[in-house]
């Protein structure tokens, strides 16, 4: 050895109980002495799993430098010294303290050394040597899994490979039989075998069926020592299931069926539900059924349940029981997903023979149409008849037929019927502007009753005359010229003859020569009315009323008066009105909608401002109504006093009713304190060579345009007489103007109307009286 390290070679399992080792020391290569060293061994090897009363005997340690005289000591350390191993110190033999397991540990390597006790000096090197531990078959082989679940599809053949077991062991497979598996069947002989090598399952039998057994529980064993006498085994259990193929066509369980259906069944109604049997299951026993033949195909149908894989028979079309009263179908039941691998077993597909016979029911009656259009004209009679509807039992008794009218239809109970044979007549008279269209419900009644709708049209007749379309606010301008048109009229009529409506317009024949107007005929339903005249006044005549008479040409002829009204107004050059009488607005024409809601308005305003005006009025601070004895107006104040008769002329200048100059002179209002001073406007002299009413009407209508004018009720005098009057005055007024009495005798000669006021002057002694 070198480098000064010893090296031991036993032999292959057991050391000689004697071996001396010869050690030979290096230093840089050149040996320098040899020494002589021995050791002493019993074994290398130690069994596992020891179970004897003492402890197990490993070895023995010696040197030759032992004398036996108890001055060396020997040492144990590495694996499981003191523990495992213990070593007599004296002797140098080794025990196992504790039972070894070969499978938690295979190997201890030991180192051992040799002191002197007195000087705790190494006589020897330390040395390693090893133990290794003996197995034994003590492990029982085991699967991977404790359960294996496993499927494998029906009709397989023989030899198939289902599923591979695995058992291990924990033994050492080098070292004899005790790691050496061999499997073998203990249950599921004879449909399935295993490899004893490789514990692949294999199927044992041909044609194994699912419908028969679909479940197999196999136990596998696996033996090690090669499977023989002494060896230790394990278990496991393997679930096979068959899974399905499609090898068995449908059958139906009988060959025929019988149903019923009663004849009022609508189409799609289920009569009933066969059902072919198919072993195989999900996919493999979908069923499609249908009608191969048979006299009812175009009757019936068949349709397929997927969820039960049931056939439902049901009505196709409207059965009718006195037409045919049997029906015989032959039904087809196929597999939808046949396997190519069996169909050498026969065709995948079963037939059944179905008969579905029709029962009698009542049937309501049938009318002859599916409704009714009825024309009847609108002045047709009461109790005549206007139609018929006709209705049979198609049962075969035939039973007679009542007809009557559903009078929530109806509610006017304009129509009836005679319930025996179905004719329509009136109960009320007709009106085909009302109600141009009826429509009602006619029941038919046997045992059970049905409906039919009749459409009713009423066909118009010329029974309305024709009249204005629309209420005419018809004026004409004062400066109207002859021949000039001022209003277009047009006329309806409720009637509707097939031909349009044609309107005629004429003047009544005892105006046929009007003075004033004239009525055009436009010849397309509409009529101008012309001025005949040049200039109209309105303060002659405000209104004309114009009748007008409107023929239709429909059979009858009808016609009617409408009058026109027409105001007179006054007119700028261009023809548009600016005002019209007051008085036309009263006449008995009728006023629109438009003018009334006007007139109300204007009322209301009115109230409003008259409210107004009396609320503010209490409100303000009021001042002698005369301050100034100068201030003159020509309206009334009335005192509380009766004055001073007609010598009194200081109260009120009555020379200002007489003299319109006066007027135009216009002063400030002294009764109420003014808010605003307003800018009086001047007018132009009135009163040469006019005419009084007109001066007082355009003094009205200065004061209605005067914004300074008073905002409150005031009397305005106009007593004007006018110029170069033939008749002296008789008001008593002017005898402040005149000297002495006045002689009035000349009342006596105006005649009787005249007597009493004679009588009142003519005497002497009228002033006293």
């Keep these: 050895?070198?480098?000064?390290?010893?090296?031991?070679?036993?032999?292959?399992?057991?050391?000689?109980?004697?071996?001396?080792?010869?050690?030979?020391?290096?230093?840089?290569?050149?040996?320098?002495?040899?020494?002589?060293?021995?050791?002493?061994?019993?074994?290398?090897?130690?069994?596992?799993?020891?179970?004897?009363?003492?402890?197990?005997?490993?070895?023995?340690?010696?040197?030759?430098?032992?004398?036996?005289?108890?001055?060396?000591?020997?040492?144990?350390?590495?694996?499981?010294?003191?523990?495992?191993?213990?070593?007599?110190?004296?002797?140098?033999?080794?025990?196992?303290?504790?039972?070894?397991?070969?499978?938690?540990?295979?190997?201890?390597v030991l180192r051992a050394k040799a002191i002197d006790r007195k000087t705790g000096r190494q006589v020897e090197p330390e040395s390693e040597f090893i133990i290794k531990i003996h197995d034994i078959n003590d492990n029982e082989p085991k699967f991977t899994k404790d359960m294996y679940t496993a499927s494998i599809p029906e009709m397989?053949?023989?030899?198939?490979?289902?599923?591979?077991?695995?058992?291990?062991?924990?033994?050492?497979?080098?070292?004899?039989?005790?790691?050496?598996?061999?499997?073998?069947?203990?249950?599921?002989?004879?449909?399935?075998?295993?490899?004893?090598?490789?514990?692949?399952?294999?199927?044992a039998l041909p044609d194994m069926s699912r419908e028969n057994r679909e479940q197999y529980q196999v136990v596998i064993q696996a033996k090690d020592m090669g499977g023989q006498m002494g060896g230790l085994?394990?278990?496991?259990?393997?679930?096979?299931?068959?899974?399905?193929?499609?090898?068995?066509?449908?059958?139906?369980?009988?060959?025929?069926?019988?149903?019923?259906?009663?004849?009022?069944?609508?189409?799609?109604?289920?009569?009933?539900?066969?059902?072919?049997?198919?072993?195989?299951?999900?996919?493999?026993?979908?069923?499609?059924?249908?009608?191969?033949?048979g006299d009812g195909s175009d009757m019936f149908d068949i349709i397929t349940d997927k969820d039960t894989q049931e056939g439902i028979i049901t009505v196709k079309k409207r059965l009718d029981f006195e037409n045919k009263v049997l029906y015989t179908l032959r039904v087809e039941a196929t597999n939808t997903h046949?396997?190519?691998?069996?169909?050498?077993?026969?065709?995948?597909?079963d037939t059944a023979l179905v008969k579905i016979s029709v029962e009698d029911i009542d049937e309501p009656p049938v009318f002859s149409r599916p409704w009714?259009?009825?024309?009847?004209?609108?002045?047709?009679?009461?109790?005549?008849?206007?139609?018929?509807?006709?209705?049979?039992?198609?049962?075969?008794?035939?039973?007679?037929?009542?007809?009557?009218?559903?009078?929530?239809?109806?509610l006017d109970r304009i129509f009836n019927i005679y319930s025996g044979n179905g004719s329509l007549f009136l109960s009320k008279p007709l009106d085909r502007e009302e109600t141009p269209w009826h429509n009602i419900t006619v029941i038919a009644t046997e045992i059970s009753n049905s409906q039919i709708p009749v459409f009713i049209r009423i066909l118009d007749i010329n029974d309305h005359?024709?009249?204005?379309?629309?209420?005419?606010?018809?004026?004409?301008?004062?400066?109207?010229?002859?021949?000039?048109?001022?209003q277009t009229v047009s006329a309806i009529d409720k009637d509707q003859p097939p031909r349009g409506h044609r309107f005629f317009f004429e003047v009544v024949p005892e105006f046929a020569v009007h003075p004033n107007f004239s009525v055009v005929d436009n010849k397309d339903n509409t009529a101008g009315i012309m001025t005949r005249r040049n200039g109209y006044s309105r303060s002659k005549t405000s209104t004309y009323l114009l009748p007008i008479i409107i023929f239709d040409n429909d059979y009858p002829i009808q016609s009617s008066t409408g009058t026109l009204t027409i105001r007179v107004c006054a007119c700028d050059s261009r023809g548009n009105m600016q005002s019209c009488s007051a008085e036309a607005l009263?006449?008995?024409?009728?006023?629109?909608?438009?003018?009334?809601?006007?007139?109300?308005?204007?009322?209301?305003?009115?109230?409003?401002?008259?409210?107004?005006?009396?609320?503010?009025?209490?409100?303000?601070?009021?001042?002698?109504?005369?301050?100034?004895?100068?201030?003159?107006?020509?309206?009334?104040?009335?005192?509380?006093?009766?004055?001073?008769?007609?010598?009194?002329?200081?109260?009120?200048?009555?020379?200002?009713?007489?003299?319109?100059?006066?007027?135009?002179?216009?002063?400030?209002?002294?009764?109420?304190?003014?808010?605003?001073?307003?800018?009086?406007?001047?007018?132009?002299?009135?009163?040469?060579?006019?005419?009084?009413?007109?001066?007082?009407?355009?003094?009205?209508?200065?004061n209605d345009s005067d914004p300074a004018a008073p905002p409150y009720d005031s009397l305005a005098t106009y007593a004007y007489e006018g110029n170069d009057s033939i008749a002296n005055s008789l008001s008593s007024l002017e005898s402040l103007t005149t000297e002495g009495n006045q002689d009035y005798d000349y009342l006596s000669d105006w005649g009787p109307r005249f007597k009493k006021l004679a009588d009142m002057y003519g005497g002497e002694d009228s002033d006293r009286d």
């Excluded at 068995?248 to 189409?267: G, K, M």
């Excluded at 206007?386 to 049979?392: C, L």
């Design 1 to 108: 050895m070198i480098h000064g390290k010893i090296k031991y070679i036993p032999n292959v399992e057991f050391f000689s109980k004697y071996r001396v080792f010869s050690v030979f020391y290096v230093n840089d290569g050149k040996t320098l002495h040899r020494t002589k060293r021995g050791w002493m061994w019993n074994q290398f090897f130690l069994l596992e799993e020891y179970t004897g009363p003492d402890t197990q005997y490993v070895g023995k340690l010696h040197t030759d430098q032992d004398k036996g005289d108890g001055n060396l000591k020997y040492i144990l350390t590495g694996d499981g010294a003191g523990s495992l191993f213990i070593i007599d110190e004296n002797t140098g033999d080794i025990h196992a303290a504790k039972k070894l397991d070969r499978e938690e540990k295979s190997l201890y």
């Design 465 to 486: 005359a024709p009249e204005f379309a629309n209420y005419y606010e018809t004026f004409v301008c004062e400066n109207a010229k002859a021949g000039q048109l001022i």
């Design 156 to 203: 397989s053949g023989v030899g198939t490979s289902v599923i591979q077991v695995t058992a291990t062991d924990a033994d050492d497979a080098n070292y004899g039989n005790s790691a050496k598996v061999v499997y073998s069947i203990l249950q599921g002989q004879p449909y399935f075998s295993v490899d004893p090598e490789t514990g692949i399952i294999k199927t």
């Design 338 to 349: 046949p396997d190519p691998r069996f169909l050498q077993l026969g065709p995948f597909k």
């Design 586 to 702: 009263l006449l008995p024409a009728g006023l629109s909608t438009g003018a009334l809601v006007a007139i109300l308005l204007c009322i209301i305003i009115l109230l409003v401002l008259v409210v107004l005006f009396t609320a503010l009025k209490r409100q303000r601070k009021k001042e002698p109504l005369i301050i100034s004895k100068d201030d003159v107006r020509d309206n009334i104040v009335t005192y509380n006093d009766e004055g001073g008769g007609e010598e009194d002329t200081q109260a009120f200048d009555i020379g200002t009713l007489r003299n319109p100059e006066a007027r135009e002179e216009s002063k400030m209002r002294r009764d109420v304190i003014p808010e605003t001073i307003f800018q009086i406007r001047r007018t132009a002299p009135l009163w040469e060579n006019i005419d009084v009413q007109d001066f007082i009407h355009r003094r009205l209508k200065e």
């Design 233 to 293: 085994s394990g278990t496991t259990t393997v679930n096979i299931t068959l899974t399905d193929v499609n090898d068995n066509p449908p059958r139906f369980p009988q060959s025929s069926y019988q149903f019923s259906s009663p004849e009022s069944a609508p189409p799609g109604t289920p009569l009933g539900r066969i059902k072919a049997n198919d072993p195989d299951v999900g996919k493999n026993a979908e069923i499609e059924y249908s009608i191969s033949n």
């Design 372 to 410: 009714y259009l009825i024309e009847v004209d609108e002045d047709a009679k009461e109790g005549s008849i206007i139609g018929q509807v006709i209705a049979q039992d198609p049962d075969v008794a035939k039973n007679a037929i009542k007809y009557s009218v559903d009078r929530h239809t109806d």
